[in-house]
């Protein structure tokens, strides 16, 4: 009987759970994971929570540095961009760097599921690798992995791990190749590598697959991420297609 | 405020485990709370008792003790309490105040306390978790972690 697990499975559950996932880092995770619920909450109420609590991106990439979280009866007040809110530690530690041994991290990780106020969708922006933040969901949860890698071979070698994994635990992701091509006066260069190797890992595992294209208008948006309209959120706005809304998650 | 979330999460436990054993009434909750949250427990009581109504526990009282950590560098073996980093952790709730980072979540305490002998973040905390000690049934008492 523990309260704090008791809490966090409460939040999620009947919700609609997303955890964007990536076997490396480096690979745009988080920008997806920002889109991605931004673009969920053009209709629903949806709750962004950053689980990589040792870079907080979300907080850089949503301009929230230094501001710190209210917090009333329902819990941790999200910061708001219309219907998103945003939960980040940057939020509750400030700009102060966090060191933690690693049964901490899966700790703080639950405490903020516990203690947040949350919507009817959550995204869940998870740090790089297979460890405790993939665990911790998959004990209080059944959510929709959507996995983010960039098309360069060593990637998606390291996010077949993360694959494998999902799919034996009977998952099927969504798989996002990031940064998968620039666009040349309608003529696509690939600087990261061809698709060949990625399709095939795709097909092999039977996934759905969503190319994003380099868009270096991006970086004037780090800060203010929400207002980015450019031709990254459009193809993301394909995942949320993928992933649909119901069946919502029973548990 | 946060202490309605807490609350909420002892209620939500034994709520749970009440149905998974079969009992319609509890009678007392026990909990154990980390000393260095500095939770309010007026706060906590008046939450608990309002979240309990229409609940298994709408019978019951809440009782709180405080526990204090104990602390264990993992650099050089150093085991400390409490007092000896009072002055670090009043200045982390000066600089916050009611948002209190360890009061939200206890589980940061290493990232805001520093061993007092090598300095070092690499620091154990036990306990540092909300935990429910006892619960109280019809005059019988189960225990649980
Ligand atoms: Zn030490």
Redesign the pocket.
């Known amino acids: 009987m523990e309260p704090l697990e008791a809490l966090a499975r409460t939040k999620l559950s009947n919700k609609r759970v997303i955890a964007v996932m990536s076997a490396k880092g480096g690979v745009g995770k988080s920008i997806i994971s920002a889109l991605l619920s931004l673009s969920f909450s053009s209709s629903r109420q949806t709750t962004l929570i950053d689980l990589d609590i040792h870079t907080m991106a979300s907080t850089k990439l949503f301009g929230l540095e230094g501001k710190v979280h209210e917090v009333n009866k329902k819990g941790i007040v999200p910061f708001s961009f219309g219907k998103l809110g945003v939960i980040s530690l940057g939020g509750i530690v400030k700009d102060r760097y966090v060191v933690l041994p690693g049964s901490n991290t899966r700790d703080v990780m639950q405490s903020l599921i516990a203690y947040s106020d949350v919507g009817e969708i959550i995204v869940f922006d998870l740090p790089p690798g297979l460890g405790d933040e993939v665990l911790l969901l998959e004990h209080l949860t059944d959510f929709t992995p959507i996995v983010v890698t960039i098309p360069s071979k060593v990637s998606v070698k390291v996010v077949e791990y993360l694959l494998r994994y999902l799919k034996e635990r009977g998952k099927r992701p969504v798989l996002v190749v990031n940064m998968a091509y620039f666009d040349c006066n309608g003529k696509k260069a690939r600087p990261f590598g061809g698709m060949d190797y990625v399709k095939n890992v795709s097909e092999k595992y039977g996934l759905s697959l969503v190319e994003a294209p380099i868009d270096p208008e991006i970086e004037d948006y780090i800060g203010r991420i929400h207002e980015y309209n450019g031709v990254v959120r459009s193809k993301i706005k394909e995942v949320e297609n993928l992933v649909g809304f119901p069946p919502y998650s029973s548990s | 405020m946060h202490e309605w979330s807490v609350a909420e999460g002892i209620l939500r436990s034994v709520i749970e485990w009440a149905k998974e054993n079969n009992l319609d009434s509890v009678r007392k909750v026990k909990v154990a709370i980390p000393s260095f949250t500095f939770l309010e427990l007026d706060i906590l009581k008046e939450a608990y008792d309002t979240l309990k109504r229409g609940t298994v526990l709408e019978k019951s009282s809440l009782e709180v003790v405080y526990k204090d950590p104990l602390f264990k560098?993992r650099?050089?073996g150093?085991t400390f309490n409490l007092n000896q980093v009072l002055g670090e952790l009043n200045e982390v709730r000066e600089e916050f105040g009611e948002e209190y980072p360890l009061h939200l979540v206890p589980g940061l305490a290493p990232a805001f306390i520093k061993?007092p002998?090598?300095g070092?973040n690499d620091v154990e905390v036990s306990p540092q978790d909300i935990t429910i000690e006892e619960v109280e049934v019809n005059g019988t008492a189960g225990s649980s972690g």
């Open positions: 560098c650099n050089c150093n061993c002998k090598c070092s």
